[in-house]
């Protein structure tokens, strides 16, 4: 089970605090008397409650304190692994997921499916409306891919109107209704101020199949979505590799 870094640090606090009545005993023990374990077994049992207090205040102040840098340490990574204006992951978390998935795709030889989801007309809409109106519809996006995904699947801006979604363990035929679904609810979106629509490409790999490079994948769903534009827009094409 893997902790959060905030909890490691906490757990990681309270073991250090453990040191500090330790030392408390030592530095008595060497103004008062040379240091040994009978002197130090007699001194604590001879005054357990303050031995007790200095204990566990000591360990509940290092593991707050190691709580707080955890807590720190998270925000941190969250800012450098999340897009500002969508709250999706960036580039960098898309790379680092994408090298993840793949490996384990090839380990267990198990399907991997990449989607890349294009805001159609993004320029025209910052040109009528002005650029506050594209964040809005871009914002929009990302929602609908964050509800049309699973738990499982990783979603990050990729560039300026352009999203990727990856979904491990995921058959060409779903993954081909996962895009759908990701248009569908875009096109539900609330008006921006005019319906807004995506285009998809998706490219598989089958179950059992020879995976090729990470970014191979990924550029192929990227022609892929070259296709989906070049037809009309508001559609999802599929990329079909070779075995």
Not at 74 to 83: A, G, K, Q, V
Not at 194 to 216: F, K, W
């Amino acid at each position: 089970m893997r902790l959060a870094p905030s909890i490691r640090s906490a757990l990681g606090g309270a073991l250090l605090g453990l040191g500090a009545p330790c030392g408390l005993l030592l530095l008595r023990a060497l103004t008062e008397r040379p240091a040994s374990p009978d002197w130090i077994l007699a001194e604590v049992l001879g005054d357990r409650l303050t031995y007790a207090y200095v204990t566990f205040a000591t360990i509940a102040a290092f593991a707050l304190f190691g709580l707080s840098l955890g807590r720190q340490a998270e925000r941190l990574h969250t800012l450098s692994s999340s897009d500002a204006l969508t709250g999706l992951g960036n580039r960098r978390a898309l790379q680092a997921r994408l090298a993840e998935e793949f490996a384990r795709a090839r380990r267990y030889r198990s399907a991997l499916s990449v989607l890349v989801v294009d805001l159609d007309r993004l320029k025209e809409l910052n040109d009528r409306y002005g650029h506050r109106a594209g964040d809005v519809a871009l914002v929009c996006v990302a929602g609908a891919i964050r509800q049309g995904s699973r738990a499982t699947d990783f979603a990050a801006r990729w560039g300026g109107d352009e999203f990727v979604l990856l979904a491990p363990n995921t058959a060409p035929d779903e993954a081909l209704r996962l895009a759908q679904r990701v248009r569908l609810l875009t096109s539900e979106s609330e008006p921006v101020p005019e319906p807004i629509t995506v285009s998809i490409g998706v490219a598989t790999v089958a179950a059992g199949q020879t995976l090729p490079a990470a970014e191979e994948l990924l550029r192929k769903a990227d022609a892929a979505l070259y296709h989906a534009k070049l037809g009309g827009r508001d559609r999802v094409a599929t990329y079909a590799p070779r075995t």
